[in-house]
């Protein structure tokens, strides 16, 4: 049973940059494959990044390409997600999330965190 624990969320201003990070426990965390994924209020959960167990292979929803960056420390048990140039439209709360392979439906994930806030003002 893996635990996951995101912080990093908070308010910022379009343009702005926020760095998110997922602790996890209770697993081999270089076993699994990560995600991101976000929801805004009103919508469903959708993708935004996944990275593969070893950190070689990354996938991006096309609207984060560029800005966006999904990185991982095995040896710390930590994912990250650096987030660039915010728009206001990244608003949502963001999950991460452990599963076997770097999947973008939600469905195939495992192991899901409680989420962190982000709030991009305009």
């Known amino acids: 049973q893996v635990q996951l624990v995101e912080s990093g969320g908070g308010l910022v201003q379009a343009g702005g940059s926020l760095r998110l990070s997922c602790a996890a426990s209770?697993?081999?965390?270089?076993?699994?494959?990560m995600g991101w994924f976000r929801q805004a209020p009103g919508k469903e959960r959708e993708f935004v990044a996944t990275?593969?167990?070893?950190?070689?292979?990354?996938y991006y929803v096309d609207s984060v390409k560029g800005r966006f960056t999904i990185s991982r420390d095995n040896g710390k048990n930590t994912l990250y997600l650096q987030m660039n140039s915010l728009k206001p439209e990244d608003t949502a709360v963001y999950y991460c999330?452990?599963?076997?392979?770097?999947?973008?439906?939600?469905?195939?994930?495992?192991?899901w965190g409680q989420g962190t806030q982000v709030t991009v003002s305009s």
């Open positions: 209770g697993g081999t965390f270089s076993a699994y494959a």
């Open positions: 990275i593969s167990q070893n950190g070689g292979r990354t």
């Open positions: 999330a452990a599963g076997i392979a770097t999947f973008k439906d939600r469905g195939d994930y495992d192991y």
